[in-house]
T-cell receptor, first 112, second 117 residues
């Protein structure tokens, strides 16, 4: 079974600084998708960024970028120029359609 | 705007009293999911519908059932809620189509918080 591991239960970053959230996963498949979802206190899960395993290029979405290392099965999220609104729970997820598995989450605090 | 809607947002039920949670979507996605999320935990997949095909997770209790009468709607039925079933229930949808694009991405509703008294 596929497992997703987020080794950092909590992280803290100063406003305007950069923070990296770690994620590793275990799979024997070669074709899959990886995601980072954000869950603020309102509890709505919001898609942050998506990566297709067959693409070597790392995905970017404005201030959010990933470092995807397929051989190492690593998928970290970098948040640049952190803002107060980035404070939330961040979940890494592995998807082999239609099945999605989430990591335990990392709670990100942004200090003004 | 195309979206995933869950009703009600908050549901209170009594121990053992059946309850139904509702999810609807305007995205015309063919896959719909139900997750259970307890406080400070990751969402746990209960089951999903792939078109009309129901797929139950092996560890989902029999107390949980689901119905999908059409593409747009999906219901979660809890036949005899226990105190341990108090949680946030999240509905999500995705489009599984051949080729690339947004395949695999799940879009979530705002959730229904269930309280069991």
């Amino acid at each position: 079974a596929q497992t997703v591991t987020q080794s950092q239960p909590e992280m803290s970053v100063q406003e305007a600084e950069t923070v990296t959230l770690s994620c590793t996963y275990d799979t024997s498949e070669s074709d899959y998708y990886l995601f980072w979802y954000k869950q603020p206190p309102s509890r709505q899960m919001i898609l942050v960024i998506r990566q297709e395993a067959y693409k070597q290029q790392n995905a970017t979405e404005n201030r959010f970028s990933v470092n995807f290392q397929k051989a190492a099965k690593s998928f970290s999220l970098k948040i640049s120029d952190s803002q107060l609104g980035d404070a939330a729970m961040y979940f890494c997820a592995y998807c082999r359609v239609p099945d999605m598995r989430f990591g335990a989450g990392t709670r990100l605090t942004v200090k003004p | 705007d195309a979206m995933v809607i869950q009703n009600p947002r908050y549901q209170v039920t009594q121990f053992g009293k059946p309850v139904t949670l509702s999810c609807s979507q305007t995205l015309n996605h063919n896959v719909m999911y139900w997750y259970q999320q307890k406080s400070s935990q990751a969402p746990k997949l209960l089951f999903h519908y792939y078109d009309k095909d129901f797929n139950n997770e092996a560890d989902t209790p029999d107390n949980f059932q689901s119905r999908r009468p059409n593409t747009s709607f999906c219901f979660l039925d809890i036949r005899s809620p226990g105190l341990g079933d108090a949680a946030m229930y999240l509905c999500a949808t995705s489009r599984d189509a051949r080729g690339r694009g947004l395949q695999g991405t799940q879009y979530f509703g705002p959730g229904t918080r269930l309280t069991v008294l």
